[in-house]
């Protein structure tokens, strides 16, 4: 059975770090492209990040050169390292495939907020 578990968000202050660890049950990881996406309240999950099957990591503009997306098949696992982090960061992060048609059922995503 394919399963997502996220991991690792929490409070954080303006310029802090996080890794975020994505665990895939399944046997499903190292045929697929995966993505990190973000959700805030209210809104549809949106791509943070993707890292293709061969590792070729690809980001949005707002968090090039801040994050870094990895992955370690062997493990089963897809990290988001997350440095200089910002207030518009916060959300509730998830990972998936990257592909609409391979999609599975999302996991229940780690929140990071921010301390004022």
């Known amino acids: 059975q394919v399963q997502l578990v996220e991991s690792g968000g929490g409070l954080v202050q303006a310029g802090g770090s996080l890794t975020l660890s994505c665990t895939v049950s399944?046997?499903?990881?190292?045929?697929?492209?995966m993505a990190w996406f973000r959700q805030v309240h209210g809104k549809e999950r949106e791509l943070v990040a993707r890292i293709t099957k061969s590792g070729t990591p690809l980001y949005i503009d707002f968090v090039k050169c801040r994050f870094t997306v990895s992955r370690d098949n062997a493990k089963n696992v897809v990290r988001l390292q997350m440095n200089s982090l910002k207030p518009e960061d916060t959300g509730l992060y998830f990972c998936?495939?990257?592909?609409?048609?391979?999609?599975?059922?999302w996991g229940r995503g780690t929140l990071v907020t921010f301390s004022s």
């Open positions: 998936n495939t990257w592909l609409l048609s391979t999609r599975v059922p």
């Open positions: 399944g046997n499903i990881l190292s045929a697929n492209d």
